[in-house]
């Protein structure tokens, strides 16, 4: 369909594009492989064969569950699915920014979206006990989700106001508004430190690290949906925000809906972030890095970028977290850790190559 | 001149009547009527700062005038959806920064966006075809922030093309159940006048200073080609020119501005005489001798004028 040149050598500055379901296969590829891996590694291996014997038992509901059975079912499967749903979201919400900011320097970490998320539920957590005792636990997962989903909309909001500037994204001020978001989520935690119990203290150090050992059914079922609802939607944008990278007063000149378009892309990147952080904390750099690395190999079409970001967002944690369970035994690295170790030096690296347009 | 005689034709109109634009501190267009034919090139000239950019964002629709309307086909532009306008008017604005790396290829398709419901049988045809005509095809899959000023001005241009390439039907732009229609409909003075569709609605390229990063060649090429896409097509061609030459040359109207009024509008070769020139530049104009291809154009030699140089300090 794509009129290609005629030569099959590439002249300087010419790009080669992988197929857009080459890169969607080897997304889908991926994320089950590290599911795989992240299914049989932990503290308690369960071996491919056994796994193998658990999924049996779950079909065909075995009287004597095994204790693979009771660790999978119960710890890791959950676990498993939070993360898919984490990176999904992660890997999404950077790509959708990117292409809003019209950067690929923008990510929910570095510019403050998680930290407000994280902020927010910190704030219901120990705020929430003080104030309102008796509310019951369902009911505070929900509120959770919707205080973070909040911080993050406020954050959203605010750091594309203060980053735009004639149609233009200032991307200085975007860095520099995130740092002041993610300092005064910082202290705001801090502070909580103060009023919160011992439990209390050991959420919101949980909130600044990231893990998904919360993981339970029921924060997974909720979390899950919304992130499935989320990336439906994210995926939708996918030619108007193609239309957005010419900048937005052309994008409206093509009949883009442009204010429609942020509108609805800042509200799914907050719901998605807003969910995952409620119940995971602060996982960073997975929206940097997927979205660069997809259009590495794709180019920056976002109807590859958008559901690229997400598969590979989801392979990536899980990738990570299955580290972060298994390198430090018995003991469990907090996943936000292993995620900057990473996220950091290519964050840095990205500095370097898109330094003279800052 | 008082756009309202034509509205027995406004098919082929893009109409600004007494349009007037305010900033704290400035009016930038004063009561500035001008009226633009389909199938014609009309230029818009003027000194720096006399508004050319912001009368032509009005006829984008860009900036909504404080007072005065802009019409489009007999309708206030404000009357059609962004959708519909963009399948029928393209614009490429002085310099347009492209985010990420896509390639000369996706950028075109990029104007083919507003057609994504009513595809045409020929869409990647079409995508070719614009790079062809401003000679980019060769750089179809190199990455567009690769490319030099010129390159890229031809790319974005290829784009408009690709936007408005083919006739849109006057039953697909005024669907039926739509109050819109008001004109008469055998009015028009289409050049694709086809009964069973309607006709087709006039198209319109709208150019901000397209000639301004390219070289001596491709200016007269690509003057030449929006020139043919108006004669042959029927297309609008409204373009923010500085080179008087060029515009006496490839232009059938102008409107001039100054200090955010028209201060003259008309066939482009009675509009800028010497007279003009000077009044609203400060230059004298002395015509050149008439070389081989000048047509009956007339082409002037420039020298600077007595006053003009009060602007610059130093000197």
Redesign the interface.
């Known amino acids: 369909m794509r009129p290609r040149s005629v030569n099959s050598a590439l002249l300087p500055g010419e790009r080669r594009r992988w197929p857009a379901r080459a890169v969607l296969g080897l997304g889908v590829l991926l994320l089950a492989l590290s599911f795989l891996v992240a299914s049989a590694r932990g503290s308690y291996v369960i071996s491919p064969l056994q796994l193998w014997a658990v999924l049996m038992d779950a079909l065909g509901g075995a009287a004597q569950p095994s204790p693979e059975h009771l660790v999978f079912m119960n710890i890791r499967l959950p676990r498993l699915l939070m993360g898919m749903a984490a990176g999904a979201a992660l890997g999404l919400s950077g790509a959708l920014m990117q292409g809003l900011f019209r950067n690929p320097l923008a990510d929910p970490g570095l510019i403050g979206v998680s930290s407000g998320a994280a902020l927010a539920a910190g704030t219901t957590i120990v705020l929430g006990s003080l104030w309102f005792p008796e509310m019951p636990r369902t009911l505070g997962s929900w509120t959770l989700v919707l205080t973070a989903f909040t911080g993050s909309l406020v954050v959203t909001l605010l750091v594309y106001a203060l980053s735009q500037q004639d149609g233009a994204t200032r991307v200085g001020l975007m860095l520099l508004a995130g740092i002041a978001i993610n300092a005064l989520a910082g202290a705001g935690l801090g502070f909580l430190t103060f009023l919160a119990t011992d439990e209390q203290l050991r959420n919101i150090q949980f909130w600044l690290l990231g893990s998904l050992g919360g993981a339970r059914w029921s924060a997974v079922v909720l979390v899950f949906s919304i992130v499935a609802v989320a990336v439906a939607a994210g995926l939708t944008l996918a030619k108007p925000l193609n239309a957005i990278a010419l900048g937005e007063a052309q994008a409206a000149l093509l009949g883009v809906p442009v204010e429609n378009v942020k509108r609805f892309a800042v509200l799914v990147t907050a719901l998605a972030v807003g969910a995952v952080t409620a119940t995971t904390g602060i996982i960073g750099f997975i929206g940097l890095m997927a979205p660069h690395c997809v259009r590495l190999v794709a180019g920056p079409d976002h109807r590859v970028v958008l559901p690229g970001s997400a598969l590979l967002g989801a392979a990536l944690v899980l990738a990570a977290d299955s580290v972060a369970r298994t390198i430090v035994q018995p003991a469990e690295l907090p996943l936000g850790v292993l995620t900057a170790f990473v996220g950091v030096p290519f964050f840095l690296l990205l500095l370097r190559h898109f330094r003279s347009r800052l | 001149m008082n756009a309202r005689q034509f509205t027995g034709f406004a098919d082929g109109l893009l109409e600004a009547i007494g349009v007037g634009v305010e900033v704290p501190g400035k009016t930038l267009l004063r009561d500035a009527s001008a009226c633009f034919m389909a199938g014609q090139v009309t230029a818009i000239l003027g000194p720096n700062g006399a508004g050319k950019s912001t009368l032509l964002s009005l006829l ?3 900036r909504a005038p404080a007072n005065g309307m802009v019409r489009l086909a007999g309708q206030p532009l404000a009357a059609h ?7 029928v008017r ?2 490429v ?1 002085q310099e ?8 000369v ?3 075109v398709e ?2 083919r ?2 057609h ?1 419901r009513h595809p045409s049988p020929q869409e ?1 045809g079409i ?2 075809q614009a790079m062809q005509a401003t000679a980019v095809d ?1 750089l ?4 567009l922030n ?2 030099s000023g010129g390159e890229k001005a031809r790319v974005h241009l290829a784009r408009a093309l690709a ?1 408005v390439w083919e006739p849109v039907w006057r039953k697909a732009f005024f669907p039926p159940g739509r109050p819109k229609e008001k004109t008469d409909p055998s009015g028009g003075r289409e050049p694709h006048e086809v009964g069973e569709r309607g006709g087709s609605i006039s198209r319109w390229l709208l150019l901000d200073e397209p000639t301004a990063a390219l070289d001596l060649q491709h200016q007269h090429r690509m003057l030449q080609l929006v020139r043919d896409w108006a004669v042959g097509q029927g297309v609008g061609v409204v373009a923010v020119l500085h080179d008087l030459n060029l515009a006496l040359r490839y232009s059938d109207r102008c409107v001039v501005l100054r200090d955010g009024q028209v201060v003259a509008s008309g066939a482009s070769d009675q509009v800028l005489t010497p007279a003009c020139i000077e009044e609203v530049w400060g230059v004298r104009a002395h015509a050149a001798p008439a070389g081989e291809g000048t047509q009956r154009r007339p082409q002037y030699v420039f020298e600077p004028g007595e006053g003009d140089s009060r602007g610059f300090a130093g000197d």
């Open positions: 984008t629709g860009q959806t962004p959708g519909d306008l963009a399948r393209a614009c604005a347009t920064q492209v985010a990420f790396d896509f390639t290829q996706e950028v990029l104007g966006y507003p994504r990647s995508v070719l060769h179809a899959q190199r990455a690769t490319l936007q």
